[in-house]
């Protein structure tokens, strides 16, 4: 049996690398001697959510954002049985909108999410930057993202994905960052971030994986993020 | 402080000669903060902005007017955007603040423009493209869209891609002039950039779809939704080669030493800009590329150590200037070894890889024997290009500049580089100090 991954809106959220996620995971599943399947769907697309181990979206600029909330915010009641259900959700960037409550824009237009998460989302100045961070009670492992974005949240998640150490968290003053409830991780960190953080990927792995999981090797992805997080240290200094 | 500020400029000038670039800029920034507003120039104003390919058109259409006898002032061999700009305008004008020229050719874009739009309206603006994707340096199209709105006035003729769809869709009450590229061997509606086609519906916001696509989202669209199609080009590449340095614009065959095959639609551009501009056809045109050469900045083909080197200007952090120079390194058919130098960009998220993922390495599978991996993201790029499918045994990886002659020894074939400007240079200079030595 495959392991099946939807894809969501590629060509409307993949503007920040955000396929690298697609590559690490299918790379991992395959070293691992699994077979898997990528299917794509967009706006109109069916997305029979349940049908799938593993759901991915990604970064977009707020035109193709709203494209996508449009269509997403119908879906609610599907989406919801397959985050019970156990399925694995990986949203980045400005795709965690699309689980959330409303979008306020600057221009005073308001749209919404699919309410999964309790949050709301607003349009405000630009912030780009690092940001280092734990998992809140997951040990002192340091995760590595980057944000570039124009939106910010005030809802403290319960779960937090991140409690940031350098950078700014859900809004500027906030230190924790993102959702992490479940199976579904959801971050305004955009990007490549399976492949910046090998411990996610290897965590997101072994879900899919289940009993037929292996530790992974050496890889330029581990190198690449010691090295990150070296530079940075002495950046801070 | 005008006049203190074009007096240091130009003292500093004399004193330090071409490497005064930034300094002069600085200095002249610094005592007088507003001085493009106090400059005033004489001649008609060129802009030439967009995501990428602005260098490029900003020299051919430079030294297309030089060729046709007219003065002409550019920031396009300026060191650094705002300052290397000051340098290039002081160092031009009078001590009365005159910038005596038949054209002000200006490459501009979303960060530097607000202060360059205050030297006057453009009397021409030409758009090469506008790239929404997330990179460090690539100019964001959010911006140069707002450039365009502030930089326009009633007089301002437009000079746009066709095949670009935010920028055919620009202040149609303007006069505007396309220009584009007919289909061609080789090019279909899916492309082969790892981000491509998929733009969105400048008018309806739907998804577009593409009868060719000639990269990434610039080609020949269609909206199924609205009927917005890609605007009839006045201006248009009818033919080119990918393996030979070959085009033609309107049927007519450019000089063969014009460029690398990748700078073809750029060409087309400056093509219409120039015609527009002093009203001569694209034969007349092409008779004024004669002589031309890509910069070395752009393009530089060496020998060292006996084997073929070539040189392409790949710019840190963007995806689509690395894809181009890719693009143009696998399309040869050859044994060769492939150098990245990729530094991390200056800017304020500087660990942003995202970029590498939008960038399409995947060309380089099957077609590289060796790629050498360099510069502060030799890890990252690494990673990459295992991820591209490339084996992990054809990657290497240099720490140092140091080190990059003696592993380079080890590798066989012509040797594409593809670094940054400033970068490209240093490398070649110490490889070729060491093959003298």
Not at chain 1, 209 to 224: H, K, N, T, V
Not at chain 2, 112 to 136: N, Q
Not at chain 2, 423 to 434: F, S
Request: proline fraction near 5%; include cysteine; charge should be positive.
């Amino acid at each position: 049996m495959s392991i099946r991954i939807l894809q969501l809106y590629p060509e409307l959220m993949n503007l920040s690398g955000d396929i690298g996620n697609l590559m690490a995971v299918t790379r991992r599943l395959s070293e691992l001697g699994l077979r898997w399947e990528v299917d794509r769907a967009s706006v109109g697309d069916p997305m029979p959510f349940g049908e799938y181990d593993l759901i991915l979206a990604g970064n977009a600029p707020l035109s193709a954002l709203l494209a996508a909330m449009r269509d997403m915010a119908p879906r609610a009641a599907e989406l919801r049985a397959a985050m019970e259900a156990g399925r694995v959700f990986l949203f980045t960037g400005s795709a965690r909108c699309l689980l959330g409550g409303d979008l306020r824009l600057r221009s005073g237009q308001c749209l919404s999410g699919a309410r999964i998460l309790a949050e709301s989302h607003r349009e405000v100045a630009r912030f780009t930057g690092e940001v280092v961070a734990t998992r809140p009670g997951m040990g002192n492992t340091a995760y590595l993202g980057s944000f570039d974005r124009e939106l910010e949240t005030d809802a403290a998640s319960e779960r937090p994905l991140f409690q940031t150490l350098r950078g700014i968290g859900d809004k500027p003053e906030a230190i924790y960052e993102g959702v992490f409830r479940g199976n579904l991780y959801a971050t305004y960190l955009l990007g490549p971030l399976l492949v910046r953080n090998p411990e996610l990927l290897e965590e997101i792995v072994a879900k899919l994986a289940g009993s037929r999981y292996q530790a992974r090797g050496e890889s330029f992805d581990a190198e690449a993020k010691a090295a990150a997080l070296s530079r940075l240290e002495r950046r801070k200094i | 402080m005008l006049r203190p500020a074009l007096l240091t400029g130009k003292l500093l000038r004399l004193l330090r000669g071409k490497k005064s670039g930034r300094a002069v800029g600085a200095a002249a920034l610094v005592l007088c903060p507003n001085l493009y507003s106090r400059l005033s120039v004489e001649g008609k104003i060129l802009v030439i902005t967009g995501s990428d390919g602005k260098s490029s058109v900003c020299a051919l259409v430079t030294h297309m007017l030089r060729a046709a006898g007219h003065r002409v002032v550019t920031n396009c061999e300026a060191d650094g955007r705002s300052v290397g700009t000051a340098a290039a305008l002081v160092s031009a004008a009078t001590l009365k603040g005159k910038i005596p020229c038949d054209y002000l050719v200006l490459e501009a874009d979303g960060r530097t423009s607000d202060a360059l739009l205050s030297l006057g309206k453009p009397d021409f603006l030409l758009v090469t493209d506008l790239f929404a994707h997330h990179g460090p340096t690539s100019s964001r199209r959010a911006a140069l869209l707002s450039l365009i709105d502030r930089a326009v006035d009633g007089h301002t003729r437009l000079i746009l891609n066709a095949m670009e769809p935010a920028a055919a869709d620009l202040r149609p009450e303007l006069g505007r002039t396309f220009f584009g590229a007919s289909p061609a061997e080789g090019l279909s509606a899916e492309g082969h950039n790892l981000v491509s086609a998929g733009s969105l519906c400048p008018r309806c916001g739907r998804a577009l779809s593409y009868r060719f696509v000639f990269h990434h989202h610039i080609g020949d669209y269609h909206c199924a939704h609205c009927g917005a199609v890609t605007p009839r080009a006045d201006y248009l590449l009818t033919s080119f080669s990918a393996s030979a340095p070959e085009c033609a614009v309107n049927g007519i065959p450019f000089p063969a030493e014009l460029a690398a095959p990748y700078h073809y639609l750029n060409i087309t551009a400056a093509t219409a800009l120039i015609c527009e501009t002093l009203g001569i056809t694209p034969g007349e045109a092409a008779g004024l590329c004669a002589g031309y050469r890509l910069p070395a900045a752009f393009y530089t083909e060496c020998a060292l150590k006996g084997r073929r080197a070539v040189s392409l200007l790949c710019r840190t952090g963007n995806p689509i200037s690395l894809d181009r120079g890719l693009e143009y390194a696998a399309g040869r058919a050859e044994t060769k070894t492939v150098l990245l130098w990729v530094d991390r960009p200056r800017h304020p998220a500087e660990e942003d890889v995202s970029w590498l993922y939008d960038t399409t390495f995947e060309l380089l599978r099957g077609r590289a024997e060796c790629v050498v991996c360099a510069g502060d993201c030799r890890l990252d790029v690494a990673a990459r290009l295992v991820y591209a499918g490339l084996p992990r045994e054809s990657i290497l990886l240099c720490g140092q500049e140091g080190e990059l002659a003696p592993l380079l020894s080890t590798t066989r074939g012509t040797l594409y580089i593809l670094a940054d400007r400033e970068r490209a240079g240093r490398i070649l200079r110490a490889l070729q100090k060491g093959d003298r030595a």
